[in-house]
């Protein structure tokens, strides 16, 4: 039978969701173990484009719900925050 994670370990598993389908859908070939003991600002290494920040928030929000039990409101605000601490750059726009 496997073990129930408890409330810290299924919040630190989120986040290492998060951010691992974040790179997928930017199309970036990173995880989080290739950014996990990293100290500096590696969120600014990889970019995505403001569509692909729209998609992977409104996944993120649905994940939370399901496995965190999180309202909506409650999700989209802390998609908002997990995007502002850990969000790529937008790619810049031509011209």
Avoid: C
Wanted: glycine share 6%; hydrophobic share 40%.
């Amino acid at each position: 039978m496997a073990k129930r994670l408890s409330r810290e370990e299924k919040l630190n598993q989120a986040v290492i969701d998060l951010i691992n389908q974040m790179f997928i859908m930017a199309g970036h070939d990173v995880t989080y173990d290739d950014i996990k003991d990293r100290k500096d600002a590696w969120f600014t290494d990889w970019t995505m484009t403001e569509q692909q920040y729209e998609d992977w928030k409104k996944w993120g929000e649905h994940y939370l719900r399901k496995n965190l039990k999180l309202t909506a409101v409650l999700a989209e605000k802390q998609m908002i925050w997990i995007g502002l601490q850990w969000g790529l750059k937008f790619e810049k726009f031509p011209g």
